[in-house]
Nanobody, 121 residues
Framework: QVQLAESGGGLVQAGDSLRLSCAASGRMFSNSVMGWFRQAPGKAREFVASISWSGGRIFYGDSVKGRFTISRDEAKNTVDLQMTTLKPEDTAVYYC??????????????WGQGTQVTVSS
């Protein structure tokens, strides 16, 4: 069983940067995929980014391309999301997720509890 725990959320101003981290416990298989989703109040859960655990294959949602960077550390079992040039519309609860394949729909197998990111204008 994989357990995920996010950290690093907070309140920042527009234009600031913030780094989220996800610690994974349990066995991560070489074909696993890790990702980040976000959900703003009243909106559907949105795909942000994903990375394959072994090969580093990376995908980003259109709204964050060029601003967010996902990375993973196999030795530490962590997946980070570096967010730059933050905008008020980035305000959401950010969830770390794990799955056996990449999909931009939120039907992933494992989820963290989420961390709040609030960007003030």
């Amino acid at each position: 069983q994989v357990q995920l725990a996010e950290s690093g959320g907070g309140l920042v101003q527009a234009g600031d940067s913030l780094r989220l981290s996800c610690a994974a416990s349990g066995r991560m298989f070489s074909n696993s995929v890790m990702g980040w989703f976000r959900q703003a109040p009243g909106k559907a859960r949105e795909f942000v980014a994903s990375i394959s655990w072994s090969g580093g294959r990376i995908f980003y949602g259109d709204s964050v391309k060029g601003r967010f960077t996902i990375s993973r550390d196999e030795a530490k079992n962590t997946v980070d999301l570096q967010m730059t040039t933050l905008k008020p519309e980035d305000t959401a609860v950010y969830y770390c997720a794990g799955n056996s394949r990449v999909t931009t729909t939120p039907g992933w197998s494992h989820w963290g509890q989420g961390t709040q990111v609030t960007v003030s204008s």
